[in-house]
């Protein structure tokens, strides 16, 4: 028997279904959904979905229409789930395939926005695999990774539109040298730590497809905690 | 009449002959220093020294030999005349050539640190340019750029010997991405700003030479004030 909750994100009214043993929305999720700015109308890919929670949730922020691209079968059928339980047929598609196949469902210079939580780790980084098989798909490069992902992105992007990712800091290097073989421009760049003095534990980048260079801006910090305490700021984004 | 100015970094002790119609040392020199680990024996470069102020304010953390390579022949000799003034003859040379021509001064494989203050601004943003030449070419890349730079570097260093340097955070992803292009590994990555709520104005990188991949930690940001005055650790770094 599988165990599926129903959980909201922040105060969008959008509800997602979770299965706890395949693989939850987290922090990240939420941050990310805050950081993006969705286009008001158009078409907006959410890449490696997952159980759709981001691209579910910005149908409380826009009324484009949302695209769930998702490799894993159990995550997408949940994702599906959620689509009919909030009654968003018309506006949110699930499609559940591999990222490198998304051109079979979607033309390219089509898509508004983009939003990405994608795997983390490196493939080469095995040492810390100890998850489910799908929780292991979601969270390391087994079956994408940030070149191939950023490539696509770039492909179904209209020039001068925005993506926006989350990313862990300890591959910063991995995340802009990809954007930049892609002709992402990073534009806005944020940086996540618990605390004021803790080093970064997750990156949040808005890029956008241009021929044109362009200057980046590095943004304050969102710190989460004040002391023991949400700082004023997590609180807002967390409940907003 | 030029005017020569004499200027000491933090509490170093060493002091700066400066013409300040040419270039003087700035908040960036300083930081950098503050940030540079330098070896303690051996030998270090300061790539693009001006008028050697980080190079030479080093003799007071290292007993290593400290080579100043700067292109522009009055900014040698200023580093030159402070060589001589601080007694540092033994310790410290001043090599007035083109980065790109630094392997006739000195071998490849053989340098144990590098600390660097490149010029900032790329050639293509020539809309700024109001300088004397001297100013212009310290602070724009009009005979070197920083992927020649890194490239030079990079054939100096020893492996698993560090680089430091100091950049504008607009032009993060050229920086990055020249290192990786050039194996050299970004370690350590600090953010520095005015007030804790504004966008980023400089960043230090510290990296090293190898041909492991390697994790990056985004530091702790270094807040320059608090509301009005200077921050403690500003203050600390100022006056060390």
Redesign the interface.
Same mark, same amino acid.
């Given at each position: 028997m599988t165990k599926i909750s129903r959980d909201i994100i922040a105060k969008s009214g959008i509800v997602i279904n979770q299965d706890k043993d395949l693989y939850s929305f987290n922090l990240d999720t939420i941050l990310l959904y805050n950081f993006a700015k969705p286009a008001k109308k158009g078409k907006i890919v959410d890449l490696c979905s997952g159980n759709g929670a981001i691209g579910l949730t910005l149908a409380a922020k826009t009324s484009a229409k949302i695209y769930l691209v998702e490799l894993q079968k159990p995550l997408a059928d949940l994702a599906q789930a959620s689509i009919t339980d909030n009654k968003l047929d018309d506006q949110v598609k699930s499609i559940n395939t591999d990222v490198k196949d998304v051109l079979q469902y979607l033309d390219h210079d089509t898509i508004d926005t983009i939003v990405c939580n994608p795997p983390y780790f +490196?493939k080469?980084d095995q040492t810390k695999i100890k998850e489910s098989p799908v929780l292991a798909i979601a969270r390391h490069e087994l079956k994408t990774n940030i070149n191939e992902i950023l490539h696509q992105a770039m492909i179904l992007l209209k020039e001068n539109s925005h993506l926006f990712m989350v990313f862990r @800091?300890?591959?910063? =290097?991995d995340l802009?040298?990809a954007?930049?073989a892609n002709q992402l421009? @990073?534009k806005r760049?944020r940086?996540v730590?618990s605390h004021?003095?803790? =080093? +970064?534990n997750l =990156?949040l980048v808005d890029g956008i497809k241009t021929h044109k260079?362009s200057?980046?801006?590095?943004? @304050?910090?969102l710190v989460m905690y004040d002391g023991n305490v949400l700082s004023r700021e997590a609180k807002e984004i967390l409940n907003e």
């Open positions: +490196a080469s @800091p300890d591959r910063l =290097v802009l040298s954007m930049k421009q @990073p760049i940086f730590r004021k003095t803790d =080093v +970064a =990156v260079s200057s980046l801006m590095v943004l @304050p910090d």
